[in-house]
């Protein structure tokens, strides 16, 4: 008798500590998609303002208002700008697997 209310608790305790640590993966999975999510956001204001930037770069360029390595320099950060928003896009689909596996996702 006390061997299986011993053995039921224990089984008790066992799928809380199970259920617990789920909600916590769920919630660290969230929490990584809605910050890579406003990075991304983020990300994609700096490339459109960098876009603005070369384009009037160039405008001031072929004005003969400024040198053409100022626009060559405008395309360079844009350039790189647009590099870190393509691996901010693949953090963020990765944090969005993780999401969908923390939530069951299908595998086994």
Do not use: C, H, P
Not at 38 to 44: D, P, S, V, Y
């Amino acid at each position: 008798m006390k061997f299986a209310r011993a053995q039921r608790e224990l089984a008790l305790v066992q799928y809380q500590q199970t259920i617990r640590t789920a909600f916590g993966e769920v919630s660290d999975a969230l929490v990584q998609y809605r910050r890579e999510k406003e990075i991304r956001t983020q990300q994609e204001l700096l490339v459109t303002t960098l876009q603005d930037r070369s384009r009037l770069a160039y405008l001031r360029y072929q004005g003969g208002v400024d040198t053409l390595l100022n626009a060559l320099d405008a395309d360079r950060d844009l350039f790189s700008a647009e590099l870190n928003l393509t691996q901010t896009k693949r953090n963020e689909l990765l944090s969005l697997v993780q999401l969908y596996k923390a939530l069951g996702g299908g595998w086994q």
